[in-house]
């Protein structure tokens, strides 16, 4: 299984949890890569089964608009049948930002294969280990 988790960072809470789920995904024999928005390309990332993608909450609830929004607005149309997940910090929200990427995924036609994930803050012991069991458990799907 071919699983590509991609992610940008501001402060390296969302990098933390992308190094965690991808550590996971390892653990469970996936192929790996792990890659920030701006060191991939969207054709590049559909060659994996899987993505798994990592943004923390900007602004009012918002995808990062430099990177992450072009990224996707060029992932979309192509999102057809392909399993997807999401993850993120924040510092003060509840996931709103999540929960309406994950709309725009599913609009998009894409499978979403896990419910968003995300911490306040700097990752603690129990946020890292949710993202080390999200790699697992989708490695394995």
């Not at 990062?64 to 997807?84: H, I, N, S, T, W």
């Amino acid at each position: 299984m071919k699983v590509a988790v991609i992610y940008w960072t501001n402060t390296g809470n969302t990098e933390q949890m992308a190094e965690e789920i991808a550590l996971g995904a390892r653990d469970a024999s996936a192929d790996i890569t792990l890659t920030a928005y701006a060191d991939t390309t969207p054709a590049e990332a559909l060659q994996a089964d899987q993505l798994i993608l990592g943004c923390p909450a900007m602004g009012i609830e918002e995808l990062e608009d430099g990177e992450v929004v072009p990224f996707m607005q060029e992932l979309y149309p192509q999102l057809a049948g392909k399993r997807v997940a999401v993850f993120g910090s924040c510092g003060w929200s509840h996931g709103e930002w999540l929960t309406k990427w994950v709309q725009e995924l599913s609009d998009a036609g894409a499978e979403v294969v896990a419910p968003p994930l995300s911490c306040q803050g700097t990752p603690d012991d129990e946020a890292l280990a949710s993202c080390r069991k999200l790699g697992q458990e989708l490695a394995q799907k």
